[in-house]
C-alpha cells in the first residue's frame, strides 16, 4: 500500500484546514485508514481512523473539531480540521491499516506540515 498526503500548509487560529491522501496498491487489503501526528519536539499521536464499515474514533485533543472522511471510489481519505489551534501544529502523517501475507501491517505517507499561527 502507497501513501500520498497532500494539502499541508500554514493556517491561522480559528481557521480550517483539508488534508487528502489518496491510497493506491492493495487496496483490497486495507480495513481502516486514519491520521496520526507529530507536533514539535513531541512524540508521534493518533488522531483518529475510520474502518471500512464506517466506523470511527478520534484523540479526545480533536474531538468536535477534526472530521475523517473516505471516498472509497477514489481511495482517498481526508481530514477535515476545523477550529484549528496553535497546538494542532505537526507533521500529519495518513495510514493505512492492511493485511499481509503474515499479518497486519500499518502503512505510512510521507508527512504533510501543517502550521496554525497564534
Known amino acids: 500500500v502507497q501513501l500520498q498526503a497532500s494539502g499541508g500548509g500554514l493556517v491561522q487560529h480559528g481557521g480550517s484546514l483539508r488534508l487528502s491522501c489518496a491510497a493506491s496498491?492493495?487496496?483490497?487489503?486495507?480495513?481502516?485508514l486514519g491520521w496520526y501526528r507529530q507536533p514539535p519536539g513531541k512524540q508521534r499521536e493518533l488522531v483518529g481512523s475510520?474502518?471500512?464499515?464506517?466506523?470511527?474514533n478520534y484523540a479526545d485533543s480533536v474531538k468536535g473539531r477534526f472530521t475523517i472522511s473516505r471516498d472509497d471510489a477514489k481511495n482517498v481519505v481526508y481530514l477535515q480540521m476545523n477550529s484549528l489551534k496553535p497546538e494542532d501544529t505537526a507533521v500529519y502523517y495518513c495510514?493505512?491499516?492492511?493485511?499481509?501475507?503474515?499479518?497486519?501491517?500499518?502503512?505510512w505517507g510521507q508527512g504533510t506540515l501543517v502550521t496554525v499561527s497564534s
Open positions: 495510514t493505512a491499516h492492511a493485511r499481509t501475507s503474515t499479518g497486519w501491517s500499518l502503512y
Open positions: 496498491g492493495s487496496i483490497g487489503s486495507i480495513n481502516a
Open positions: 475510520v474502518t471500512n464499515d464506517g466506523s470511527s
